[in-house]
């Protein structure tokens, strides 16, 4: 059962797919007022996170799908440019930083704790080619053990750490932190945060508990998991069925919006057996 007011949220990764919970959550505040005094965001929940406490999922949709109108293919998805980018993580820092304006940002600065994962590979002055490595193994993680909690990072040596995005924001470095959250090698170049190269920290964990971790606590996953831990005051919920929208297919804005509205249409379930 959904918390009446969670003192906890927690945005899993999850690519595209994470516009589901801006669905979901769009329809829960219809009818019950979410106050949380902790929120976490991992990978593409970062940014779902972000949108939802400043309060411009509507935007960030809107803006997401007007540039997938931009693109009829994923040709070119291994394709960088001369500094390395590729065309998809040009356009999803694009839209990040054009959605994010100062008004915005300052929301994130004032309003409750908000932290962000990261996640580091190893210095092996190969960040790309090692990051790729890290996300195969994370694939293997995902589908044998099959639950959004791992524990085989530390065994690749890959490091994690939740970032303080208030401070992020107050510092004007809101639109870096959530862009160096989402870096999925080999489609993403590995980016900088304070001088260390990062990679997309749901192959960490894709649902981050808070720091400090107590009360009720809402944890929205994109997709389904067979090993859902059962710990007292957490409450996992999932999307229904397979999302329409793919982690990284940036071409079509219809599966997006199916996204948002299976989202929806989950929260009305809930609320319904509530």
């Known amino acids: 059962m959904i918390p009446d007011n969670p003192d906890q949220i927690v945005f899993s990764g999850g690519g595209l797919r994470c516009f589901w919970q801006g669905g979901f959550l769009s329809e829960i505040e219809k009818h019950r007022t979410l106050r949380p005094k902790r929120v976490t965001g991992v990978s593409g929940g970062a940014l779902a996170g972000a949108a939802w406490l400043s309060g411009t999922e509507d935007r960030l949709l809107n803006v997401m799908c007007d540039a997938f109108e931009k693109r009829d293919s994923n040709i070119g998805l291994f394709d960088p440019d001369d500094d390395g980018i590729t ?48 996300a195969a193994a994370y694939e293997v993680e995902l589908h044998t053990i099959n639950s959004p909690h791992f524990n085989w990072a530390e065994k690749m040596g890959l490091t994690a750490n939740l970032v303080d995005a208030n401070e992020a924001a107050r510092n004007g470095k809101l639109v870096d932190l959530i862009n160096a959250a989402a870096v999925i090698p080999p489609v993403f170049e590995p980016e900088l ?53 793919d982690k990284i297919d940036f071409t079509d804005p219809t599966k997006l919006r199916d996204t948002w509205s299976q989202g929806v249409k989950d929260a009305q379930k809930y609320l319904r057996n509530a």
Not at 107 to 131: E, N
Not at 199 to 228: C, E, N, S
């Open 87 to 134: 065309p998809h993580q040009r356009l999803y820092c694009s839209v990040v930083e054009e959605v994010f304006d100062d008004t915005l940002t300052q929301k994130i600065a004032d309003g409750p704790q908000f932290q962000i994962l990261i996640a580091h590979p190893p210095s092996t002055g190969l960040p790309t080619l090692t990051g790729t490595a890290l």
């Open 193 to 245: 945060w304070n001088d260390r190269r990062v990679v997309d920290g749901g192959m960490a964990d894709q649902a981050p508990m808070p720091d400090p971790d107590h009360g009720d606590t809402m944890i929205l996953l994109t997709r389904d998991y067979k090993r859902i831990p059962e710990i007292e005051g957490r409450t996992y919920i999932s999307p229904s069925e397979e999302t329409a929208a």
